[in-house]
């Protein structure tokens, strides 16, 4: 098992920006892969950024140049620096992890363990 803590979310002005974190605990072979997912209300889930344990990173076009995801692996916890942020980007943001990551395409990835999420709120 796995329990991801999500932490960081908030409002912010369009062109703000913000860092929401995760903390990670539980067989660290199931988090060998951890991102970030988004949900807005009607829209489908999306994921935002993923990164391997060694630290291979991959992101989803809408946030290229503008969010960045780390880790810190001896504080089992995996950042997401979001910058100029946009209206667009109002959403809850869920931390997942999961052992494999096999397509290595962001939109494929099907994670098994999730954290419960964080809101943010960009208004214009």
């Known amino acids: 098992q796995v329990q991801l803590v999500e932490s960081g979310g908030g409002s912010v002005q369009s062109g703000g920006s913000l860092r929401l974190s995760c903390i990670a605990s539980?067989?660290?072979?199931?988090?060998?892969?951890m991102g970030w997912f988004r949900q807005a209300p009607g829209k489908e889930r999306e994921a935002v950024a993923v990164?391997?344990?060694?630290?291979?990173?991959y992101y989803a076009d809408s946030v290229k140049g503008r969010f960045t995801i780390s880790q810190d692996i001896p504080k089992n916890t995996v950042h997401l620096q979001m910058t100029n942020l946009k209206s667009d980007d109002t959403a809850m943001y869920l931390c997942?992890?999961?052992?494999?990551?096999?397509?290595?395409?962001?939109?494929?990835?099907?994670?098994?363990?999730w954290g419960q999420g964080t809101q943010v709120t960009v208004s214009s």
């Open positions: 539980g067989y660290g072979y199931n988090r060998n892969y």
């Open positions: 997942a992890a999961d052992p494999e990551f096999r397509t290595l395409e962001i939109s494929t990835w099907r994670p098994k363990y």
């Open positions: 990164i391997g344990r060694g630290g291979n990173v």
